[in-house]
């Protein structure tokens, strides 16, 4: 199976339901595999060839779903690009991708034909009009969507593509460094697609909510999983105002919600009693661990919904999951391993850990991906030799710890781990701590130099809009419980902390 056939199957199974909400558009599985269908054939007429790159870099809309599953349908591979991303960084990207073409809303034609300057291996910009006169576009190398529409035949193209060639390169931004592309087959997207469908129990009947942009993995997975269950997307620009997603869940019957920590910490300091959320089956949270405090909030707040916390990285999309049974006797963990799927634990002599012993994860199965785009040095790193030849197994560098029944507790990135008073410190647990007291929303513990401790432990604190909270309060709570060399020394209260593009706190920009 490759990945353009979630879309054509159900086009094929339920060609007049409903298959995408966006922008007040009701878009039909039909309607969209027509269209994706005549983009394919004008990037074929344009010389488009198998295993070519193709960047999109366009907000979450109908033109970017439809975009996404023509470049597939070219026998192309996609790379969706956040919108917000500048020039010179979307230049990089196209360049190390070496990417034959891009996708990109007409308002940034200016920008477009630099970039056909600037990038020695793009030559195809095709322009998203949004209805407006596509005689408006003119330029070298590009072309407009809106005459594939209405100029190419949708008939299915043929598809020379097989489930090893790559379907998705994903940028990923690093700790350190400029972005690397997570290489993902067909077979690779597949194979993670159907495994979090099943321990989901997904069906057609869900009616599934991604306020993510399509960028982040997870995001772009909540569109490509919905489409292989042939179940119904509702399509938001973003989270960024948290009444208005609750609002469209009431209004479209949403009954799968996946979010981030950031997303939830927002709706639990709304009054949810005002919505009718009734509807909703199942609650996803991944990019980071949800507290503890969190999870018990979000289960009295849904008490009738299923709360799946997970673990996943976009070098392999998921790797753990916990069962909803499982919260009440291990709120602290993040699973087992995803169906399909090994994970353990290693030291750095390459030794599997005992239960209650902390190293690095690793991870084997066929979500595994083929490694970093044009970077094998990286790729030789993480990606390294399996049991059978050619296998590869993922090391994540994240540290994790499991109990005795081989659930998985994250601990900390090992580039997040504290060095202070010859102590290693893991930030998850002082965060922890903080996340105890119900004002606090949200919380992030760095290492900040210190001439005497090597590094300070430093805590960035969002607390409710009517917190009362000082910092001797917060460094009181500290010392009754942690230890005296995990109090923070420095506190600093916050109106919010800088975030990624994909919602995850950037200690990056706090440092």
Same mark, same amino acid.
């Given at each position: 199976?490759?990945?353009?056939?979630?879309?054509?199957?159900?086009?094929?199974?339920?060609?007049?339901?409903?298959?995408?909400?966006?922008?007040?558009?009701?878009?039909?599985?039909?309607?969209?595999?027509?269209?994706?269908?005549?983009?394919?054939?004008?990037?074929?007429?344009? /010389?488009?060839?198998? /295993?070519?790159?193709?960047?999109?870099?366009?907000?979450?809309?109908?033109?970017?779903?439809?975009?996404?599953?023509?470049?597939?349908?070219?026998?192309?591979?996609?790379?969706?690009?956040?919108?917000?991303?500048?020039?010179?960084?979307?230049?990089?990207?196209?360049?190390?991708?070496?990417?034959?073409?891009?996708?990109?809303?007409?308002?940034?034609?200016?920008?477009?034909? !630099?970039?056909?300057?600037?990038?020695?291996?793009?030559? #195809?910009?095709?322009?998203?009009?949004?209805?407006?006169?596509?005689?408006?576009?003119?330029?070298?190398?590009?072309?407009?969507?809106?005459?594939?529409?209405?100029?190419?035949?949708?008939?299915?193209?043929?598809?020379?593509? #097989?489930?090893?060639?790559?379907?998705?390169?994903?940028?990923?931004?690093?700790?350190?460094?400029?972005?690397?592309?997570?290489?993902?087959?067909?077979?690779?997207?597949?194979?993670?697609?159907?495994?979090?469908?099943?321990?989901?129990?997904?069906?057609?009947?869900? #009616?599934?909510?991604?306020?993510?942009?399509?960028?982040?993995?997870?995001?772009?997975?909540?569109?490509?999983?919905?489409?292989?269950?042939?179940?119904?997307?509702?399509?938001?620009?973003?989270?960024?105002?948290?009444?208005?997603?609750?609002?469209?869940?009431?209004?479209?019957?949403?009954? /799968?919600?996946?979010?981030?920590?950031?997303?939830?910490?927002?709706?639990?300091?709304?009054?949810?009693?005002?919505?009718?959320?009734?509807?909703?089956?199942?609650?996803?949270?991944?990019?980071?661990?949800?507290?503890?405090?969190?999870?018990?909030?979000?289960?009295?707040?849904?008490?009738?919904?299923?709360?799946?916390?997970?673990?996943?990285?976009?070098?392999?999309?998921?790797?753990?999951?916990?069962?909803?049974?499982?919260?009440?006797?291990?709120?602290?963990?993040?699973?087992?391993?995803?169906?399909?799927?090994?994970?353990?634990?290693?030291?750095?002599?390459?030794?599997?850990?005992?239960?209650?012993?902390?190293?690095?994860?690793?991870?084997?199965?066929?979500?595994?991906?083929?490694?970093?785009?044009?970077?094998?040095?990286?790729?030789?790193?993480?990606?390294?030799?399996?049991?059978?030849? *050619?296998?590869?197994?993922?090391?994540? /560098?994240?540290?994790?710890?499991?109990?005795?029944?081989?659930?998985?507790?994250?601990?900390?990135?090992?580039?997040?781990?504290?060095?202070?008073?010859?102590?290693?410190?893991?930030?998850?647990?002082?965060?922890?701590?903080?996340?105890?007291?119900? !004002?606090?929303?949200?919380?992030?513990?760095?290492?900040?130099?210190?001439?005497?401790?090597? !590094?300070?432990?430093? *805590?960035?604190?969002?607390?409710?809009?009517?917190?009362?909270?000082?910092?001797?309060?917060?460094?009181?709570?500290?010392?009754?419980?942690?230890?005296?060399?995990?109090?923070?020394?420095?506190?600093?209260?916050?109106?919010?902390?800088?975030?990624?593009?994909?919602?995850?706190?950037?200690?990056?920009?706090?440092?």
């Amino acid at each position: 199976m490759l990945v353009n056939d979630f879309l054509q199957s159900s086009a094929l199974k339920s060609p007049d339901k409903v298959a995408l909400i966006c922008d007040g558009q009701r878009v039909t599985y039909s309607q969209i595999e027509r269209q994706a269908n005549q983009v394919a054939n004008g990037l074929l007429d344009l /010389g488009i060839q198998r /295993g070519e790159r193709i960047a999109i870099w366009m907000q979450n809309s109908v033109d970017t779903v439809i975009a996404i599953f023509a470049v597939l349908k070219a026998g192309a591979t996609f790379i969706v690009i956040n919108p917000t991303v500048k020039p010179d960084k979307l230049a990089y990207v196209l360049a190390d991708s070496e990417a034959s073409g891009l996708f990109a809303p007409q308002e940034r034609d200016s920008h477009v034909a !630099e970039l056909i300057n600037r990038v020695d291996s793009l030559r #195809i910009a095709v322009l998203c009009a949004n209805g407006t006169n596509a005689e408006s576009i003119a330029g070298p190398g590009i072309a407009s969507c809106d005459e594939f529409l209405s100029d190419c035949p949708s008939t299915c193209p043929p598809c020379d593509a #097989i489930d090893v060639d790559l379907a998705c390169l994903i940028y990923t931004s690093g700790s350190t460094g400029r972005p690397k592309g997570v290489m993902s087959t067909h077979a690779n997207v597949v194979f993670a697609a159907s495994s979090i469908i099943q321990y989901l129990d997904n069906t057609p009947d869900d #009616i599934v909510i991604n306020v993510l942009p399509l960028s982040f993995d997870y995001g772009l997975y909540q569109l490509l999983m919905t489409f292989k269950f042939g179940g119904t997307l509702v399509l938001e620009r973003s989270f960024a105002y948290p009444v208005a997603t609750l609002r469209r869940i009431e209004q479209e019957q949403v009954t /799968g919600l996946p979010g981030v920590p950031t997303l939830f910490a927002m709706l639990l300091n709304l009054d949810l009693r005002k919505y009718d959320l009734s509807s909703l089956r199942y609650l996803t949270n991944t990019a980071a661990a949800l507290p503890v405090e969190h999870i018990q909030r979000l289960r009295a707040a849904f008490p009738w919904a299923r709360l799946f916390s997970m673990y996943g990285l976009t070098e392999c999309k998921r790797t753990l999951y916990l069962p909803p049974e499982e919260l009440d006797r291990r709120p602290g963990s993040v699973g087992i391993p995803i169906p399909g799927t090994d994970a353990w634990i290693e030291d750095d002599a390459g030794n599997r850990l005992l239960p209650g012993e902390t190293g690095e994860l690793v991870v084997r199965g066929s979500h595994v991906m083929q490694g970093y785009w044009n970077d094998p040095e990286m790729t030789s790193r993480r990606y390294r030799p399996g049991r059978y030849p *050619a296998e590869r197994l993922l090391y994540t /560098g994240d540290l994790f710890r499991t109990d005795e029944h081989g659930f998985f507790y994250f601990v900390a990135r090992k580039d997040d781990m504290i060095k202070s008073r010859g102590e290693k410190i893991a930030p998850k647990e002082i965060e922890s701590v903080l996340y105890q007291l119900p !004002e606090v929303v949200e919380v992030a513990v760095i290492g900040v130099p210190d001439p005497i401790l090597g !590094e300070a432990i430093k *805590a960035v604190v969002v607390c409710s809009n009517h917190s009362q909270l000082t910092e001797k309060d917060l460094l009181r709570h500290c010392t009754q419980h942690l230890e005296d060399f995990m109090v923070p020394k420095h506190l600093e209260f916050r109106d919010s902390l800088p975030r990624t593009a994909s919602g995850k706190i950037d200690k990056i920009a706090l440092r």
